[in-house]
Each structure stands twice: as C-alpha cells, then as structure tokens.
C-alpha cells in the first residue's frame, strides 16, 4: 500500500470507527486510575486510551480530546491530533458514559424516586 503524502493521515476514520463499533457494543469502555481517561482492548490486538486534557492556546485554557493506540506489545503506534470538539468529544462522552456505568446509576436512581 503506497501512501500520498498530500493528505492527512485518516485519524478522522478510526475515531468514526471507534465511535460506531462503541455504539454497536462491540468495543467496552474501562475506568483508569486517572480521571478522564478511558481504555478499551480490541482483540488483544491493539488497546485505545481516550484522554481529555486541558491546554493552553492564546492564554485560554482549551479542552482537547486524543487517542492513543498501542499494538500488543505495548509500542505506541500513534496519537490522533488533540481536537476540540466533533467525534473525538462524542466518542470520549460515550467511553465515560460506558466505564463509569452512568446509564445504570441513573436507572437505580429513577427507580429508587419511583418507589417512594
């Protein structure tokens, strides 16, 4: 496969296919021991770290999003570009919402005010 150097590397399409595998529960979200960021194991093949950091751009602090993809042995194959909003903050919402199990606290919480 030869590569064309006049365009982007297709960061876009692996947060797009991240984010529709998630969707599908194909891919599950796991809590770290760090705040913000989310770790999921594809096949033993590659694990996905999802982070949001807080940099500082035109002495403004900016949220950013970015994704870390290492293969099996551990070896970081590449981080996507820290973006600031689109499918890498809907697909980091999605890996918080999956690892911290917010659905099923809210559904506890609903069915405990229901029983009063």
Do not use: H
Not at 47 to 70: N, P, Y
Not at 85 to 113: M, P
Request: proline share 2%; hydrophobic share 40%; glycine share 6%.
């Amino acid at each position: 496969m030869s590569v064309d150097f006049k365009y982007d590397p297709q960061y876009d399409t692996v947060l797009e296919r991240l984010k529709e595998r998630t969707l599908e529960g194909r891919i599950v979200w796991q809590e770290t021991a760090e705040e913000d960021v989310f770790l999921a194991a594809v096949k033993g093949e590659q694990t996905f770290q999802i982070r949001k950091t807080c940099v500082i751009e035109s002495l403004a602090e900016v949220e950013v999003v970015r994704v870390l993809v290492k293969d099996s042995e551990g070896e970081t194959l590449f981080t996507t570009p820290g973006a600031r909003g689109g499918v890498a903050f809907e697909l980091f919402n999605l890996a918080k919402r999956i690892a911290t199990g917010i659905d099923e606290k809210i559904d506890r919480t609903v069915q405990l005010l229901s029983n009063l």
